[in-house]
C-alpha cells in the first residue's frame, strides 16, 4: 500500500471510491435505501479541496488503484475532517486508520489544536471507527439538507 498526496487526477477515482463505499449504506439510511450518491458535488469540492495548500488530501493506492481517500481543511479555529473514504474492496485492513492517523498529523503539522469531523447519526460503522481512533462526540448535531441524514460531530484534540 502506498500513501501520497491527492492530486487533481485522483478526483473520478476519489469520486469512484466515495460512490461505492456509499452503496453500502443501506443497513442504516433511511428507509433501508443506499445512501444517496452525491457525485457532482463531491467533484466539485473535491476540485477545490485537493489543490488547496492549507488543507491536507491524501489517497491510498494499491498496484495504481485507488484503495482510500481522506481530506483535511481549515475551518475558523480547527482542522476538519471532510472525507474519509476506504473502497469496500479494500475495508478492514488499516488504510481508513492510516488516513486519518496521517491528517491527524497534518493538522498537527500545521498548529492545529482540535480536528473535528461529521459522520451520519445512524452509521454506527463509521461512528465506532471514529471512536476507536480517539475522537469523542461533542453534543453537537447537524442536519444534512443534501443528504438528507442527520449529522453528528466528533472532536479531538491535536
Known sequence: MTFR???L????AA?????????QSAD?????RA?????GSDRRRLLSRIPDEEGFSEVAEDGGRLAGFVNME??????HVSYVF???????????????AHAVEAARGRGFTRGTLVTAEANARARQFYEREGWTLTGRKVFNEELALEMVEYGLAL
Open 86 to 100: 476506504v473502497d469496500p474492496a479494500f475495508q478492514g485492513r488499516g488504510i481508513g486508520r492510516q488516513l486519518l
Open 5 to 7: 498526496r491527492a492530486t
Open 9 to 12: 487526477d485522483d478526483v473520478e
Open 28 to 32: 442504516w439510511a433511511p428507509d433501508g
Open 15 to 23: 469520486v469512484e471510491v466515495i460512490a461505492r463505499a456509499d452503496a
Open 74 to 79: 481549515p475551518r475558523v479555529g480547527v482542522a
Open 35 to 39: 445512501h444517496p450518491v452525491t457525485t
